[in-house]
Every structure is written in C-alpha cells, then in structure tokens.
C-alpha cells in the first residue's frame, strides 16, 4: 500500500523559510508526478506546486519566486522551498503523487505563518 508523509511544517514568522518533505513507501514505481497542495480554513484545497517527469514545474500564481519544489524521482520523494512566507500561506500541507490511474495523498502537514 502506497503511503506519502509530509514533514517539516511549523510555526514561522513572516518573511522566514520553511522546507517541507514527501517520503512515500510502498510503491514500486516511480511517480508519474508528484505536488504540494494547501488547504486553509475555511477554504477549498488549492495547488501549490507540481513537478512532472524529468523536471518541469508549475506554480501558483501566489507563490511564484517564493516556492521551489523540487524531487529526488529514485526515492520518490518531493521537497517544497518555502521563502518569504507570508500570512496568507497559513494552511496544511498536502503532498500529492499519481502514477495513472490512481492518485495518492498524504495526511498533510500544518504550515503557520504569523505576522
């Protein structure tokens, strides 16, 4: 059974860096894509950052030159830069991995920003 889990959120204050980290087990694949996606209160599950393949990436608008994900494909694990914080990325975490046709989520990790 696939399983992904995050690490590295914290409490950090605004203008500080956080790096988070997707350690997966279980798959004998490698991930066709893996990603960061957030959830804050009260609001829909929105997407961060994905990696595809060999390298390319693509961002949220909000967190374009702050964020950097970043992959290690033999391990199957994914890494998320976070600089620059800013209240308004005060969510959980979830990282994400798809090998078609199915989808895998982690449990997320809590990312507080304070200002």
């Known amino acids: 059974q696939v399983q992904l889990v995050e690490s590295g959120g914290g409490l950090v204050q605004a203008g500080g860096s956080l790096r988070l980290s997707c350690t997966s087990s279980?798959?004998?694949?490698?991930?066709?894509?893996m990603g960061w996606y957030r959830q804050a209160p009260g609001k829909e599950r929105e997407l961060v950052a994905t990696?595809?393949?060999?390298?390319?990436?693509n961002y949220a608008d909000s967190v374009k030159g702050r964020f950097a994900i970043s992959r290690d494909k033999a391990k199957n694990t994914v890494y998320l830069q976070m600089n620059s914080l800013k209240a308004e990325d005060t969510a959980v975490y979830y990282c994400r991995a798809d090998y078609y046709p199915h989808t895998y989520w982690g449990r997320g990790t809590q990312v507080t920003v304070s200002s």
């Open positions: 990696i595809v393949g060999g390298g390319i990436t």
């Open positions: 279980g798959s004998r694949f490698s991930f066709s894509a």
